[in-house]
C-alpha cells in the first residue's frame, strides 16, 4: 500500500507504507486486533490527513490502484478510511477487506478519551534546511536547542512503550515478563512504525550496547543512507536498559556508553529520580564529527528491568509493586485490575490532564474506570479534581494508604452489576 496525494488516479508520486503497517491497517479497518493495532492504524490514518494525502490499496496492482480517503468520525470523535467508489475509479477486489465498508462497531464500542500524542513518523531528526512551513503538523526541535517541556525524543519513546503495552499491568497476564520479553514486545511494534516513508522503525532500531561498541548502528546507517526517502534525514536509534545513566554516559551491565551529546533526564518537582533507566538515543550526521554520531539522547526511569513501565518519582515503583499484589488479591474475588501508566495528557471537557494512574476494575462484563490521584500540593487545583473526575472515580493514594489497596479497590468494585 501506498500514501498518495489527494486526488491522485494512481500510484504515481507514492510513498511505500511498510507491509506490516499495511497488514495493521488491515486488521483495525475489519475490526480486529487489539488496542495496539488500532493506535497504531489511527496514527497513519492522521498523518495521511494532516499531510492532505489518500491510501492506495495494493489489491490491484501498481497501476489501477482503489483509494482510500481519511476521514474524521465527528460522533465517535474519531477517525476512519472512506473508500472512494466513483465509476471512473477502480473497485477493490472481492477478497480485499477494502471492499467492504468499514466496521465501525469496534470504534465506537471502545472509545477511548482523545489524548496529546507525537505525530507522523518516528523521526527527531530533519534535514538542517527543511522549511517548517512545508510541515506545519511537526515543529521538530533545532539540533542545538533545548526545548521546554519532554522533547519529541522523549515522546518517541513514551510512544513506543504504550503501543507495545509496556504501561500496562494485564488482569490476566499469564506469562513472565523479564527483560527478554520487554524488548521482543518492542521490536515487533517497531515493525509497524516508519521512520521514513518505505522504512520500517525495526530496521533501525538496536537494543543491545554491542551494537553501539561495534559500531554496527554506524555501517548499517550508512548503507540504508545512500537509498534514505528525499526530504527525510537518515537517522537510527539505540535503546539500551541502564542500571544509571550520567550527563554524558550510560551504564549497563555490559559496561559504559560514552556520549558526545546530553543524555536528558525527567525530574519531578526539580527531585531527582532513580534508576534503572530506559535510554534512547537518536543516532544521525554530526558535522562536527564529520561522521554520525549521538545527537539526541532520553533516560527515562522505569520499574525495573523486567517490567518497562515509565515511573514519574520513586514511589511509583512502589504503587507498581502493590497494584501487582491487589491483581492477585482481586482475582480470588473475581475482580479483574488492569492498571495503565499514562503517558500522555487525556483531553476532557476541564481541559488536558494526565492521571497518574488508570485502572480497570471488571466484573463480569462490565467495569469501572478508577483515577490514581498521588497526594502531592502540586496537584490541589479545583481544574485538575475535575478533569480527573471525567476520566473515572478518583482514588487519593499515599505511603499510608497503600496498604490498604486491595480492600479500597474491593469497595470500589462492588458498585459494578455483577451481570
Not at 510513498?15 to 497513519?44: C, F, K, N, Q, V
Not at 530496521?203 to 554506524?218: A, Q
Not at 530506559?278 to 561522521?291: K, S
Not at 517490567?307 to 482475582?331: G, K, N, S, Y
Amino acid at each position: 500500500m501506498w500514501l498518495v496525494p489527494r486526488g491522485a488516479k494512481n500510484a504515481k508520486g507514492k510513498e511505500p507504507i511498510a507491509p506490516a503497517l499495511s497488514d495493521t491497517l488491515r486488521i483495525w479497518y475489519t475490526g480486529r486486533g487489539d488496542h495496539r493495532d488500532e493506535e497504531a492504524a489511527l496514527m497513519l490514518v492522521r498523518h495521511a490527513r494532516k499531510n492532505g494525502q489518500w491510501i492506495a490499496c495494493d489489491c490491484q496492482g501498481e497501476l489501477a490502484t482503489p483509494m482510500l480517503s481519511p476521514a474524521l468520525l465527528t460522533g465517535a470523535d474519531t477517525y476512519y478510511l472512506r473508500r472512494l467508489t466513483a465509476r471512473s475509479r477502480p473497485e477493490h477486489g472481492i477478497k480485499c477487506p477494502f471492499f467492504w465498508e468499514q466496521a465501525f462497531t469496534t470504534i465506537t464500542s471502545q472509545k477511548r478519551p482523545a489524548r496529546n500524542q507525537p505525530e507522523g513518523y518516528f523521526s527527531v531528526l530533519r534535514p538542517p534546511a527543511l522549511s517548517l512551513a512545508q510541515h506545519p503538523e511537526e515543529k521538530p526541535e533545532p539540533r542545538d536547542a533545548a526545548s521546554h517541556g519532554a522533547p519529541r525524543l522523549a515522546k518517541l519513546l513514551w510512544r513506543l512503550l504504550e503501543l507495545s503495552g509496556r504501561t500496562i499491568i494485564e488482569a490476566n497476564e499469564q506469562d513472565k515478563r523479564d527483560i527478554s520479553s520487554e524488548f521482543a514486545a518492542v521490536r515487533q511494534l517497531a515493525e509497524r512504525l516508519e521512520v521514513a516513508p518505505g522504512i520500517p522503525l525495526s530496521r533501525i532500531l538496536f537494543t543491545h550496547p554491542r551494537d553501539w561498541e561495534s559500531r554496527r548502528i554506524f555501517a548499517v546507517l550508512r548503507e540504508l543512507a545512500k537509498s534514505w526517502p528525499k526530504g527525510h534525514e537518515p537517522q537510527a536509534y539505540l535503546l539500551v536498559f541502564a542500571r544509571k545513566v550520567h550527563e554524558h554516559s550510560i551504564e549497563t551491565t555490559d559496561g559504559t556508553i560514552d556520549l558526545a551529546t546530553r543524555l536528558r533526564h525527567p525530574g519531578t518537582r526539580g527531585k531527582p529520580i532513580s534508576g534503572p533507566d530506559l535510554t534512547l538515543v537518536a543516532i544521525g550526521e554530526d558535522p562536527d564529527a564529520r561522521g554520525y554520531g549521538a545527537l539526541r539522547a532520553w533516560g527515562q526511569p522505569v520499574h525495573n528491568g523486567h517490567r518497562f513501565i515509565p515511573v514519574d518519582h520513586d514511589f511509583d515503583r512502589v504503587i507498581v509493586e502493590a497494584l501487582i499484589t491487589a491483581r492477585h488479591v482481586l482475582a480470588r474475588q473475581d475482580i479483574g485490575l488492569t492498571a495503565t501508566k499514562p503517558m500522555f495528557d487525556y483531553i476532557t471537557p476541564d481541559g488536558p490532564v494526565r492521571p497518574p494512574w488508570l485502572i480497570s476494575l471488571q466484573r463480569g462484563n462490565n467495569s469501572i474506570p478508577v483515577v490514581f490521584e498521588t497526594s502531592s500540593a502540586d496537584y490541589e487545583e479545583p481544574r485538575r479534581a475535575r478533569a480527573l473526575g471525567f476520566i473515572g472515580a478518583v482514588l487519593e493514594i499515599d505511603r499510608s494508604t497503600l496498604p490498604n489497596l486491595s480492600s479500597d479497590l474491593a469497595e470500589i468494585a462492588r458498585s459494578i452489576p455483577s451481570a
